[in-house]
């Protein structure tokens, strides 16, 4: 019989004085009747490349062979694999009976992890915050564990949300401030999350917060710590330091943040950036504590969820910025009937209206209206037409257009490399493949864990079925002139897929269908070169890969096999 639950099955009660993750695992251990130590979190399922015992791939550890279109317990129907690691994987799946995208992570049932997972998603389905991100379903069923939760197609991770640039003040005050009093709520119930990074806060369009993974992602990576508490508290800090000054608070770059300069050690965030918020910059200090010291010297450390949130409160509100627009000094004037005076004592204070004279009368009249008329017209067509020149001028200076030379007495192919100055990932379906690593793929970087990669598919080589493709947009600092792209990829194969588009912007807000395709090529090595015939001139290329080849697996990432593929490097020339 398959065992199921989105309520309080084989778990503790909230009614006594037994926490809700009573047998939740280490994972979900909170001790928060002391205050804890930083730096003694465990993983014994290491993300790094290097194998342990707990990441070795053994009969126990790996993931089930499930495809796109499985359907779990007659309800929910797998449509794309989003993670495949150490033994458990997680889906974008679609509920039928609900008709609703939900989250599924996925793991045999005698995977040794399986256990800790089930009892840690069954606790936190408990809490019912609405400031977490909902287990819906925990099931153990035909030597599977799987748990279902909420999917949030229109949030946006913090990891996307800071690839943008730092945030304003007001913005990382409500950030701090939200994502530290759900964790003070989930610690007192005994609830610890211990992977707070960037990627596992969710921003959604009204500004709210929402945190995924709690307890969860912990047991599916076997993650403990002696003192969850600060371990938590400590991460939070890391999150504020990063909207603060969009660098990681430690030495190794990580979540698409660059780290902080070797040997210098850990500076408050006014230090790293200008204009930085004075009250914020001093709490990110207190939280990021340094063996219960801190580098603010006038306030004590915050070493649980609760003191930071407290420390948050009292600060000073930080309001939102001004609208850009104000009205006129002294106000806009009240309106009154034409011709009516104002009220005696109120209303406008300058002197009466003096009314117009009487128009002109006679063919002298008539005449001199008709004359003053066509200069007009003529005055208004001179600098309709001045304006509309200094608008296009502008416009192409402010905001590049797409143009193309076709070579016939016009430029020619310079033979130069272009500077790649800026790059995103182009995920129009709001899932991108690894957000950190797109700056990998044009600056130097030998090592092969760092290399931009998708993710593995059951099913290719299109890609078509998935999400259409996957890609980079690249910043080439102003209009180019491009005459080829020089492409190495990661795999070889039958077979990939390449087409290059000539974008509006970075953000990649724009669909597909409105950029300009400029040229489609189809390799079965680990290297493409696009020439093109027409020169066109951009600022903003998007590389979109359509199709991959099917490779084995990866040890040194984890990466399973099937239908994947990876940029190492991409050059444009002149």
């Known amino acids: 019989m398959a065992e199921r639950s989105t309520a309080a099955v084989d778990v503790a009660g909230n009614s006594g004085g037994e926490p809700l993750t009573a047998k939740a695992g280490k994972a979900t251990a909170d001790g928060a009747e002391a205050a804890t130590k930083a730096g003694t979190q465990k993983d014994t399922g290491r993300t790094d490349g290097k194998k342990t015992d707990a990441g070795k791939p053994s009969r126990d550890d790996r993931a089930p062979e499930l495809h796109s279109g499985h359907k779990l317990a007659r309800r929910y129907r797998l449509e794309e694999c989003v993670t495949r690691l150490e033994g458990f994987s997680s889906w974008r799946a679609v509920d039928e009976k609900l008709r609703r995208a939900v989250g599924v992570h996925l793991l045999p049932a005698d995977h040794p992890r399986a256990r800790p997972v089930l009892a840690a998603a069954r606790s936190a389905a408990l809490l019912g915050d609405p400031r977490f991100v909902q287990v819906l379903d925990a099931v153990e069923e035909n030597d599977l564990v799987y748990v279902v939760h909420e999917w949030l197609p229109d949030a946006t991770e913090l990891t996307n949300v800071l690839a943008a640039g730092p945030m304003e003040p007001h913005d990382a005050y409500q950030l ?201 017209i003529a005055a208004l067509g001179l600098a309709s037409w001045q304006l509309a020149d200094t608008l296009l001028k502008d416009g192409q200076e402010d905001h590049p257009q797409i ?99 000539a974008a509006k912007s970075l953000s990649g807000s724009e669909s597909l269908k409105s950029m300009k395709k400029l040229k489609t090529k189809r390799t079965s090595t680990d290297s493409v070169n696009l020439s093109l015939e027409k020169l066109p001139r951009t600022r903003y290329v998007l590389l979109w890969i359509t199709a991959a080849p099917y490779s084995g697996a990866d040890n040194d990432t984890y990466a399973g096999a099937g239908y994947k593929q990876g940029i190492t490097n991409v050059k444009f020339t002149g």
């Open 176 to 376: 701090v401030s939200q994502v530290s009093q759900a964790m003070a709520a989930a610690h007192r119930e005994g609830l610890a999350h211990l992977r707070l990074h960037p990627g596992s806060v969710l921003r959604t369009g009204t500004g709210q917060y929402r945190i995924r993974g709690l307890a969860v992602m912990a047991a599916l990576r076997g993650i403990t710590s002696d003192r969850p508490q600060q371990t938590d508290t400590e991460a939070i800090g890391a999150l504020l330091y990063a909207a603060l000054t969009q660098r990681w608070p430690y030495e190794d770059s990580a979540h698409g943040l660059s780290g902080l300069p070797k040997g210098v050690g850990l500076i408050a965030p006014d230090q790293v950036r200008a204009g930085v918020h004075r009250g914020l910059s001093e709490l990110a200090m207190r939280a990021l504590v340094n063996d219960g010291s801190t580098a603010s010297r006038q306030e004590q450390p915050c070493t649980t969820p609760e003191e930071l949130s407290k420390a948050v409160a009292a600060m000073p509100r930080i309001r939102p910025p001004e609208p850009s627009f104000a009205p006129p000094p002294g106000g806009y004037p009240r309106p009154h009937a034409y011709g009516q005076q104002p009220p005696h004592g109120g209303g406008a204070t300058g002197p009466m209206p003096v009314p117009p004279p009487p128009p002109l009368q006679g063919r002298t009249g008539r005449a001199l209206k008709w004359s003053v008329a066509a200069l007009l």
């Open 403 to 501: 143009s193309e030379s076709t070579g016939d007495g016009g430029s020619k192919p310079t033979g130069e490399p272009i500077k790649i100055l800026n790059a995103q990932e182009f995920a129009p379906d709001g899932a991108p493949q690894g957000a950190d690593r797109v700056k990998n793929t044009y600056t130097q970087n030998d090592s092969p864990k760092e290399v931009w990669r998708s993710r593995t598919y059951n099913e290719g080589p299109s890609l078509a079925n998935y999400k259409g493709g996957v890609g980079i947009i690249y910043d080439l600092g102003t209009n180019q002139q491009i005459s080829s792209a020089d492409i190495k990829l990661l795999y070889g194969g039958d077979h990939t897929e390449v087409t290059l588009y």
